[in-house]
């Protein structure tokens, strides 16, 4: 049975700081990896999405990699602003179901 | 392009009642996945439809039961509603091909009293 877990649950760092979001997996079968945002109350979106063939994504100051046969991908945020503050979520796609990671919830503090 | 569309937003029922929600995919979608997400925790996968049918369930009782019509929106149902299904419902759209992205709807807060 897939399970994707999070570390850190919780991360406070100051504006302008580059951080790192971790996410393991314990089955490597996957057909992809994606990272999500939620802010408080609010319903997901979509930061990024790798493919199990592929190794990195990157948008803008985001960075995404996935290491398949080590079960782990990160979230790498460069520069990081007050309005990144959220709740990161990753989540793999198996066969019919998207099974999520517990999140991280970031503040950035100005 | 419309994305996903979640109704209603906000819901407050009693325990014993039945809610419905609805969901209407992103154009051009085929597939909707329903998902609960209780406070603080990661969505949780409810079940899957693809062409009217349930494809795929995940780790719920029968109290929960779906829909999906010809033009691809879905209903989420729940019967017998408890204090611990007060959660976030997420609905999410893809193409019935895994690789493609799901693309989620804002949700429906459902709380029961």
């Known amino acids: ?110 | 392009d419309a994305g996903v569309t979640q109704s209603p937003t906000h819901l407050i029922k009693t325990r014993g009642q039945q809610v419905t929600l609805r969901c209407s995919p992103k154009s051009g979608h085929d597939t909707v996945s329903w998902y609960q997400q209780a406070l603080g925790q990661g969505p949780q996968f409810i079940f899957q439809y693809y062409e009217e049918e349930e494809r795929q369930r995940g780790n719920f009782p029968d109290r929960f039961s779906g829909h999906q019509f010809p033009n691809y929106s879905s209903e989420l149902n729940v019967n017998a509603l408890l204090l611990g299904d007060s959660a976030l419902y997420l609905c999410a759209s893809s193409l019935v091909a895994i690789q493609e992205t799901q693309y989620f709807g804002p949700g429906t807060r459902l709380l029961v009293l």
């Open chain 1, 1 to 110: 049975k897939q399970e994707v877990t999070q570390i850190p649950a919780a991360l406070s760092v100051p504006e302008g700081e580059n951080l790192v979001l971790n996410c393991s997996f314990t089955d490597s079968a996957i057909y992809n990896l994606q990272w999500f945002r939620q802010d408080p109350g609010k319903g997901l979106t979509s930061l990024l999405l790798i493919q199990s063939s592929q190794r990195e994504q990157t948008s803008g100051r985001l960075n995404a990699s996935l290491d398949k046969s080590s079960g782990r991908s990160t979230l790498y945020i460069a520069a990081s602003q007050p309005g990144d503050s959220a709740t990161y979520l990753c989540a793999v796609s198996e066969y019919d179901k998207v099974i999520f990671g517990p999140g991280t919830s970031l503040s950035v503090i100005p």
